[in-house]
């Protein structure tokens, strides 16, 4: 089998794997485990899918799903997953059965004869490294939103039949909080980093960012140790990457993993105490004061 | 009970600076990146109260025997490094089969664990390349580990939902950033830690074959920034500069 096998849980990503997938080789074929929906979605995207369903295997055991997909890859040369949390653990292991090659949070590629050229962060973002693999085979997750959801087209789904065993219970799955935020499609951001003083001035902060038309966002620590916002609001290497028109950063002192998240942005804003912040040297606009009297100064003047 | 806690030896990135947009390492101290010493915090914490024992394993050149220290005074029992100055721009692939070739070495080890991915190059390959290696289950994205005999559960947490996961022992767990706040090693638990059980071997101790890079880099070159660093005196003037650029006030 020539072309390239793509798999994701989430129908939205598998989507815009088919369209990374179409850019290496005409000939795309998609995995969907114990999933008809997602099977039909995807042959509604005019591509074959193969259609595995055994209760024993389920998407949260890596081990097992690696093992389906290294089934049905057979000659393929280049697997694509998504680069969300799930499609990362599971490229490596696939990479390491399949004895491929393996880059992640690739954001782009260009095909170079059979050579497919992949741009991703490195050094916590500092770099944007262009990366090739040279094994013979290559598994190669895409950071979602980086290629358009493929169209409608034919497809068609085979069941496929395969015997694997699993080490792995999933005893609960409970849902996030009902944070559904999309700071990745808002136009402004309002980032609070960890000059803000307390959580009680996000008030402030959130009313800023509304009559800004945009949304509050945050830096790693805000979120994961002061657990002040949700983790849906980071921004950087380990969270959003974002490219807003306007992006207002407060308190923010410009730490690499953050920088790379908005550094896409049109237009950023820096609020910092400290005139030295390195985030000032990435900025359009640096004003040097403290951000609880310029958020609050905002508010009254917008 | 061992717990293995693999880490990585980075360039302390806040001091990597970038000269006509190449990287520029001169001087920068090497370090363990942030969320690596999350897994190692994770472990120190399932430690309390039991008689585990934490093996620090890390791989790479000569410096990590130095650099690893810092692992030993924040709570590792013990250090286990493969070194080679050969190591030093090995690829995921690579060290993963370093890396386990080490934890063929070790008796009663239940858990394995990593950050999501390292400080630098947050690929997040090695965790789920050593768990294939070691046929073992794994679960990545870990908030919260609980050992309960044989097993652990742990809960995953993905971008939409948390799952909480029965896995058996022994597994590979990667936790994710920031699940805990790394303890900050006291002075006399850094000069304790110089002291602290190491085992070094070099590559051909482990006899095995790394394997050709399946890897290569054309570049890696900092994206060209263009800030207009327009230094405002005011809100006022703030408001105007963004006003003028449609930026406000649509």
């Keep these: 089998m020539a072309g390239v096998l793509i798999y994701s849980d989430k129908l939205n990503l598998a989507l815009e794997l088919i369209t990374a997938g179409k850019a290496i080789n005409d000939e795309v074929t998609a995995v969907a485990i114990n999933d008809e929906e997602l099977a039909k979605g995807l042959a509604n995207a005019g591509v074959k899918v193969l259609s595995v369903a055994n209760e024993a295997v389920n998407v949260a055991d890596t081990a097992a799903v690696a093992s389906v997909i290294k089934e049905l890859a057979g000659g393929v040369k280049t697997v694509l997953l998504a680069s969300n949390r799930r499609g990362k653990e599971l490229a490596g292991r696939l990479a390491q059965k399949l004895g491929a090659g393996c880059l992640t949070d690739v954001s782009s590629f260009t095909v170079n004869g059979d050579k497919i050229e992949c741009q991703r962060n490195a050094l916590g973002g500092a770099t944007v490294a262009t990366q090739v693999i040279?094994?013979?085979?290559?598994?190669?997750?895409?950071?979602?939103?980086?290629?358009?959801?493929?169209?409608?087209?034919?497809?068609?789904?085979?069941?496929?039949?395969?015997?694997?065993?699993?080490?792995?219970?999933?005893?609960?799955?409970?849902?996030?909080?009902?944070?559904?935020?999309?700071?990745?499609?808002?136009?402004?951001?309002?980032?609070?980093?960890?000059?803000?003083?307390?959580?009680?001035?996000?008030?402030?902060?959130?009313?800023?960012?509304?009559?800004?038309?945009?949304?509050?966002?945050?830096?790693?620590?805000?979120?994961?140790?002061?657990?002040?916002?949700?983790?849906?609001?980071?921004?950087?290497?380990?969270?959003?990457?974002?490219?807003?028109?306007?992006?207002?950063?407060?308190?923010?002192?410009?730490?690499?993993?953050?920088?790379?998240?908005?550094?896409?942005?049109?237009?950023?804003?820096?609020?910092?105490?400290?005139?030295?912040?390195?985030?000032?040297?990435?900025?359009?606009?640096?004003?040097?004061?403290?951000?609880?009297?310029?958020?609050?100064?905002?508010?009254?003047?917008? | 009970m061992n717990i293995v806690v693999a880490m990585k030896q980075i360039p302390d990135l806040q001091q990597i600076r970038i000269r006509n947009r190449q990287p520029v390492f001169d001087d920068v101290p090497l370090t363990i990146g942030d969320i690596d010493k999350n897994a190692l915090e994770a472990a120190v914490n399932l430690k309390e109260g039991t008689d585990a024992n934490i093996i620090v394993l890390s791989a790479g050149n000569e410096d990590v025997e130095d650099t690893i220290k810092e692992a030993l005074a924040a709570g590792a029992d013990e250090a286990f490094l493969i070194l080679d100055d050969d190591l030093e721009d090995a690829e995921s692939s690579q060290i993963a089969t370093i890396l386990a070739a080490g934890l063929k070495k070790m008796d009663d080890v239940s858990l394995i664990l990593f950050g999501e991915g390292s400080g630098d190059n947050y690929s997040g390959q090695v965790g789920s390349r050593v768990a294939e290696l070691m046929d073992l289950p794994q679960v990545g994205y870990v908030s919260t580990i609980e050992v309960n005999g044989n097993v652990a559960k742990v809960t995953r947490s993905l971008e939409d939902v948390e799952e909480v996961i029965e896995v058996e022992l022994p597994a590979v767990i990667s936790v994710m950033a920031g699940i805990n706040e790394p303890r900050i090693p006291s002075v006399t638990q850094i000069l304790k830690a110089g002291k602290k059980p190491k085992e070094v071997l070099e590559l051909d101790d482990i006899e095995i074959d790394l394997g050709a890079a399946t890897i290569e880099t054309n570049s890696n070159l900092a994206p060209e920034s263009d800030r207009k660093k327009i230094v405002v005196k005011s809100v006022d003037e703030l408001v105007e500069k963004l006003t003028a650029e449609n930026l406000i006030g649509r």
């Design chain 1, 134 to 302: 040279v094994s013979d085979k290559g598994v190669i997750a895409i950071a979602p939103k980086s290629f358009a959801p493929a169209g409608e087209g034919s497809g068609s789904i085979e069941l496929v039949s395969l015997d694997v065993s699993s080490k792995v219970k999933v005893l609960e799955v409970k849902a996030k909080s009902a944070d559904a935020v999309d700071i990745e499609a808002a136009e402004v951001l309002v980032v609070a980093g960890q000059g803000v003083n307390s959580q009680d001035d996000l008030t402030d902060i959130e009313a800023l960012a509304k009559k800004l038309g945009g949304e509050v966002a945050c830096t790693k620590p805000v979120a994961t140790d002061k657990k002040w916002l949700s983790e849906e609001r980071v921004v950087g290497l380990s969270g959003k990457l974002c490219k807003p028109e306007l992006a207002v950063l407060l308190g923010v002192s410009g730490q690499v993993q953050f920088t790379v998240g908005i550094r896409d942005a049109k237009t950023i804003v820096s609020v910092n105490t400290d005139e030295n912040a390195s985030m000032n040297q990435l900025s359009d606009y640096v004003l040097t004061a403290d951000l609880h009297e310029v958020v609050k100064d905002l508010n009254s003047k917008l």
